[in-house]
């Protein structure tokens, strides 16, 4: 397989998309055993503290997904300089594996900007040139 077609937007792309399964990874290091393979939501459920966040940046990371595949699809669409795309989708992942590691340390306030920050970097190419 042929890899160097790929921009690093595209890249970005695959990384975004990753990030929520890693996030899973780590709220069950050392706690999800085999019995609880079998109902995984009640294990879940049942999680308090830093797994508890993981778990939900987990979900977070599903939720912006869309709109940041979008952004990206749509940039190259629209014909915007992959430039500017590749920093857009760079500055995007980052602040998505900034925000999880926030969540996980309970850092509200601030995960809560870098989140925003994410949001703006998706909506930013749908207009970017």
């Given amino acids: 397989?042929?890899?160097?077609?790929?921009?690093?937007?595209?890249?970005?792309?695959?990384?975004?998309?990753?990030?929520?399964?890693?996030?899973?990874?780590?709220?069950?290091?050392?706690?999800?055993?085999?019995?609880?393979?079998?109902?995984?939501?009640?294990?879940?459920?049942?999680?308090?503290?830093?797994?508890?966040?993981?778990?939900?940046?987990?979900?977070?990371?599903?939720?912006?997904?869309?709109?940041f595949m979008a952004g990206v699809l749509a940039a190259h669409q629209f014909g915007a300089a992959q430039a500017r795309i590749d920093a857009l989708a760079l500055a995007y992942v980052l602040l998505r594996v900034v925000y999880v590691s926030l969540y996980v340390r309970d850092r509200s306030t601030l995960r809560s900007l870098v989140w925003v920050g994410g949001l703006v970097a998706s909506v930013a190419l749908f207009f970017v040139r």
């Fill in 1 to 67: 397989m042929q890899t160097h077609h790929l921009s690093l937007a595209y890249w970005c792309l695959l990384a975004a998309a990753a990030l929520p399964y890693l996030t899973a990874w780590i709220a069950k290091a050392g706690a999800f055993g085999r019995a609880d393979n079998s109902a995984p939501r009640e294990w879940a459920q049942r999680q308090r503290g830093w797994r508890a966040r993981a778990l939900a940046a987990q979900h977070n990371g599903f939720e912006g997904l869309p709109l």
